[in-house]
């Protein structure tokens, strides 16, 4: 890879464009820093012409929300024939969805919280009908919690989805679950750790995500040793169940009753100095560096999910010692 021309594309055109930006510019200077041939690319809407100025022999994707992380990008790549980072266009549409990746962990028996779809159209107080409260309001196709709130009322409820309905034309309204929120490490189809989130207060929206200080993490999370074995099978299961390539970083809810419900599979996590998956990494024994490079070792050119790949550098999935600490076996 060291010969090769990478371009990192940052940016993008979501709500999540300055999150993207620092997630690319850490990446960049991280991959130059080791000797790697890495060029930081501004995504707009002229990406296609920009790839076609400036040629690049892969693609480090580092884009998050819309037309970054939802398969847009890894389309186009597809047709430019440039190998890239991460997941191919289905898994990629399919985890940005929240509804249909919803859909997906049910249809293989993966535990999610209850949900309902609104549209534009529909009355959010006659759909909420006997749901309760507190209920959680997200847009269907964004990330970084942009848009989401915790509702306790008819009147919250009309409010926040009127916020989410900006940002997408489907909202998801989910059951509230109290209980720790833990997000897993995946790096080629295995379970690098789980690390346990504590806001100091509310919940972990965009700026508890994006502000040091305004959160506490716990590495492993406090949970115990069986659980926690059972956390990180779930999360790779989910990523298997929706085709998930490279590294993803999935949230879930583990409630004081013990059961664990998946929320979300983020395809492309963020690489921010507040970000989850470099911390699980580190804790799993790779630096920030280490886990650019396991990441850009399988980047390859998905060709519409027949796998096709392109001359990379072979490299075996990381087995943490973490995961080995708990006993952790791939299923």
Not at 202 to 223: C, I, Q, W
Request: glycine share 10%.
């Amino acid at each position: 890879m060291r010969t090769k021309r990478i371009g990192v594309l940052a940016g993008g055109l979501s709500a999540e464009r300055e999150v993207s930006l620092k997630t690319g510019e850490a990446i960049a200077a991280t991959l130059a820093d080791r000797g790697y041939d890495a060029r930081l690319i501004l995504v707009d809407r002229d990406l296609d012409v920009a790839l076609r100025q400036a040629p690049i022999d892969v693609a480090f994707v580092a884009l998050h929300g819309r037309y970054g992380e939802d398969g847009c990008v890894q389309g186009l790549l597809e047709l430019l024939g440039v190998p890239y980072t991460g997941s191919g266009v289905l898994a990629s549409a399919l985890a940005m969805n929240k509804v249909k990746a919803k859909e997906i962990f049910r249809l293989h028996n993966l535990p999610t919280p209850p949900y309902y779809v609104l549209s534009p159209d529909d009355d959010p107080i006659d759909a909420h009908g006997a749901f309760g409260f507190p209920a959680v309001v997200k847009p269907s196709g964004e990330g970084s919690s942009v848009g989401v709130a915790i509702v306790r009322s008819d009147k919250e409820l009309a409010a926040a989805v009127e916020q989410a309905l900006r940002f997408d034309d489907d909202v998801l309204v989910e059951r509230f679950i109290d209980g720790k929120e833990v997000s897993v490490g995946v790096l080629n189809d295995r379970a690098l750790g789980a690390v346990e989130i504590a806001p100091k207060s509310g919940f972990y929206d965009y700026a508890n995500k994006y502000t040091a200080g305004r959160s506490e993490y716990h590495l492993p999370a406090r949970v115990s040793p069986e659980r926690y074995r059972g956390i990180l099978w779930q999360a790779t299961a989910a990523c298997r169940a929706l085709g998930v390539a490279g590294a993803a970083r999935v949230d879930m809810i583990i409630s004081e009753r013990g059961n664990e419900y998946i929320l979300e599979v983020n395809t492309i996590p963020g690489m921010t100095p507040t970000s989850l998956l470099p911390k699980i990494a580190h804790h799993a024994g790779l630096d920030f560096g280490a886990l650019l490079e396991e990441m850009l070792g399988a980047a390859r050119l998905h060709a519409h999910g027949h796998g096709r790949r392109e001359r990379r550098v072979a490299q075996r999935p990381y087995v943490g010692p973490e995961r080995r600490a708990v006993g952790f076996e791939r299923h």
